[in-house]
């Protein structure tokens, strides 16, 4: 069974919701809605305060080619336009909408039939382009790089294959699996807009093999799309990652920056992507609601909900039964990528793939002792850096040689800490390298340019 070929971690699975079927969220009293949803430049408001607005009405149109809009995921009025703290405890500019019933556009299609690119021949790769664009879909597996941008290959580079990345290797997460066990019909046409819109004529669908349940479904729908191919992998994490994903399924390895996916022929998308694509193209609906898992060992009633965009953290979790008296750390997202809440008073946003619970236990951190030279680090990056050196460059605040060392080209899947025998904070040390050497990269541009 194929995997990734350099370094991984084996980290416990977690996979506490995995039977838990999908269920819909309940509708807030206010929804807010983030300007800064996806990778680029943030959103543009077209609305004001008092503007009465539906669910798929455009709150704010792209603000730029790298960037998306953002559309209202609940019917109400339009009560400010203002700021709110996101995940990271940045304040972020925001639209907030008090709900008032369930009014829709009527240009969605809400019939729930199944409509195949057989269906609609008027398709081409442009139209599906455009309406990716408009309805505001990003990646779902957590990166939210406006869509439409890395179906839009640069000049140059031409896309040999598509790969749907359904591995969900983060421990705990569940929503990409009950997705395709409750909508698989849905995300292969999804797949296949994706290949005629790069125009290519093969597709993969890779799954970890954790998930047998899936794979056998997939598979068994697939057959009707000899161009699709549903790939098993082995468990291993960070297999999620773009270039790993691409390594395990077609055995290309992409080169460190600037190099991108498409440069080895490639087009990677979530498969929660392709099913907000299918909506999308299909049925007129902008990507205003996504799965989310909201779990943990002590969260008495864990599940995936179906969740409007904008709902408060805290009304999720109030869901699942509240908030453990035990809780120590609250993450969003799973516990190898994800970031630490300040509180659950932020919203939900299109990259929101779960909300996990860590009891005092589990969130409790042992404190780092030396380095003792066992290179478990530079065994486990999947990227083959050195990790145990990027973090003492980047403490020592020795930029070029942080670059030199390739620090840009870190994934940040926390593999190297995970390992780390001396429960050294590796990746933070490194995220913070990381960070400032881009910065450099950038104003280096920019100099080069004047």
């Not at 559309?71 to 996101?86: F, Q, R």
């Not at 008032?100 to 199944?114: A, F, K, P, T």
């Not at 057989?118 to 081409?124: A, K, N």
């Not at 299109?350 to 530079?378: D, F, H």
Request: a positive charge; proline letters at 7%; charged letters at 20%.
């Amino acid at each position: 069974m194929k995997t990734f070929r350099i370094g991984g971690v084996h980290p416990a699975e977690n996979k506490l919701t995995a039977d838990k079927p999908i269920r819909d969220a309940m509708l807030p009293k206010q929804a807010v809605f983030s300007m800064f949803q996806h990778i680029g430049a943030p959103a543009k408001p077209v609305v004001k305060k008092g503007d009465k607005v539906k669910v798929g009405t455009l709150l704010a149109e792209a603000g730029g080619f790298v960037s998306a809009p953002v559309h209202s995921s609940v019917s109400g009025t339009v009560s400010k336009v203002d700021s709110v703290l996101d995940a990271s405890g940045t304040r972020r500019a925001a639209i907030y909408v008090d709900v008032e019933g369930d009014e829709w556009e009527e240009s969605v299609d809400r019939s729930g039939q199944l409509v195949r690119l057989s269906d609609r021949p008027e398709l081409d790769s442009k139209t599906i382009i455009e309406k990716i664009k408009n309805a505001g879909i990003v990646g779902m597996g957590g990166a939210t790089f406006p869509c439409h941008v890395k179906l839009s290959p640069p000049p140059g580079c031409k896309a040999e294959c598509v790969i749907i990345n359904a591995v969900e290797c983060e421990p705990y997460l569940t929503a990409d699996h009950r997705l395709m066990l409750e909508h698989a019909d849905e995300i292969l046409v999804g797949v296949s807009l994706i290949m005629k819109a790069v125009g290519v004529s093969r597709g993969y669908i890779g799954i970890e093999n954790n998930k047998p349940d899936a794979i056998k479904l997939m598979t068994e729908k697939s057959q009707a799309y000899p161009e699709i191919e549903v790939v098993p992998l082995q468990v291993k994490y960070p297999q999620g990652g773009e270039k790993q994903l691409i390594d395990a399924v077609i055995g290309r390895q992409v080169p460190a920056p600037p190099a991108i996916p498409i440069n080895v022929g490639a087009v990677v998308q979530n498969v929660g992507t392709a099913f907000a694509i299918y909506e999308a193209v299909m049925h007129n609906k902008p990507l205003i609601d996504r799965i989310i898992t909201v779990t943990g060992k002590s969260v008495s009633n864990p599940g995936n909900l179906r969740a409007r965009l904008g709902t408060p953290m805290q009304q999720l979790m109030d869901e699942c039964g509240g908030l453990p008296a035990d809780t120590g750390k609250i993450i969003g997202g799973g516990p190898m990528m994800g970031k630490a809440l300040l509180s659950l008073d932020v919203p939900m946003t299109k990259g929101s793939s779960g909300l996990l619970i860590m009891n005092s236990k589990e969130a409790r951190r042992s404190a780092p002792q030396p380095c003792i030279r066992c290179a478990k680090c530079v065994s486990a990056c999947p990227m083959g850096l050195e990790p145990y050196l990027l973090a003492t460059l980047s403490t020592h605040a020795e930029w070029e040689r942080a670059e030199a060392n390739d620090v840009v080209s870190c994934i940040e899947c926390g593999s190297c800490q995970f390992t780390c025998p001396s429960c050294r904070p590796l990746l933070d040390n490194i995220r913070v390298g990381k960070q400032t050497v881009m910065g450099i990269i950038r104003s280096r541009a920019a100099q080069a340019k004047k």
